[in-house]
T-cell receptor
Framework: DTEVTQTPKHLVMGMTNKKSLKCEQH?????MYWYKQKAKKPPELMFV???????INESVPSRFSPECPNSSLLNLHLHALQPEDSALYLC????????????FGSGTRLTVV | DQQVKQNSPSLSVQEGRISILNCDYT??????FLWYKKYPAEGPTFLIS?????DKNEDGRFTVFLNKSAKHLSLHIVPSQPGDSAVFFC???????????????FGTGTLLAVQP
């Protein structure tokens, strides 16, 4: 299995809702990442998990809450989002040595109404 | 502060010709540079990478050149094919032990259109 699987592919949520994005990989990668991509912009790093511990938080607002329950799973819990949070949320994973690059999922298209 | 820049938002080339995509960076501490291809509503797909200690890496139709003194890298695609049409992102990585502080920073992207 050489894929990163993200669910759901599309999500529409209200500003008072609580929802979660899910990411799964079975490549034995020990680093996992959340990126956010707005239209016509590059992906921007949000969080880095290494060996199931949060190692980097790029000053992301607390309405985004990451969680890494085990080495194969990464969640992003969403609460009280704003319409400007609407974007494509990408999950990625990598081995320690990144020579083969990061493997990205196909993303979750989030719309906040 | 955009540490990785691609100054050409778009590029159009004829099928069979060479495509050259350029990228500039400001941080001399980057360890690796990577190129990704991306279609709308999909995740980036890894193409090729180069270590900061190398100046060239080749993989099939794709060659990446790195000029550290100029803080510039380029991706050459020869020959270009219509299926190559996509947004190409360069990305730069700083590495920490065990991936704990690996950070991948993307450039602004170049939309490549290969005309049949």
């Amino acid at each position: 299995d050489t894929e990163v699987t993200q669910t759901p592919k599309h999500l529409v949520m209200g500003m008072t809702n609580k929802k979660s994005l899910k990411c799964e990989q079975h490549m034995g990668h020990r680093a996992m990442y959340w990126y956010k991509q707005k239209a016509k912009k590059p992906p921007e790093l949000m969080f880095v998990y290494s060996y199931e511990k949060l190692s980097i938080n790029e000053s992301v607002p607390s309405r985004f809450s990451p969680e890494c329950p085990n080495s194969s799973l990464l969640n992003l819990h969403l609460h009280a989002l704003q319409p400007e949070d609407s974007a494509l949320y990408l999950c990625a994973s990598s081995q320690d040595a990144g020579w083969n690059g990061y493997t990205f999922g196909s993303g979750t298209r989030l719309t906040v109404v | 502060d955009q540490q990785v820049k691609q100054n050409s938002p778009s590029l159009s080339v004829q099928e069979g010709r060479i495509s050259i995509l350029n990228c500039d960076y400001t941080n001399s501490m980057f360890d690796y540079f990577l190129w990704y291809k991306k279609y709308p509503a999909e995740g980036p797909t890894f193409l090729i990478s180069i270590s900061s200690i190398k100046d060239k890496n080749e993989d099939g139709r794709f060659t990446v050149f790195l000029n550290k003194s100029a803080k510039h890298l380029s991706l050459h695609i020869v020959p270009s094919q219509p299926g190559d049409s996509a947004v190409f992102f360069c990305a730069a990585e700083t590495r920490g032990y065990g991936g704990a502080t690996n950070k991948l920073i993307f450039g602004t992207g170049t939309l490549l259109a290969v005309q049949p």
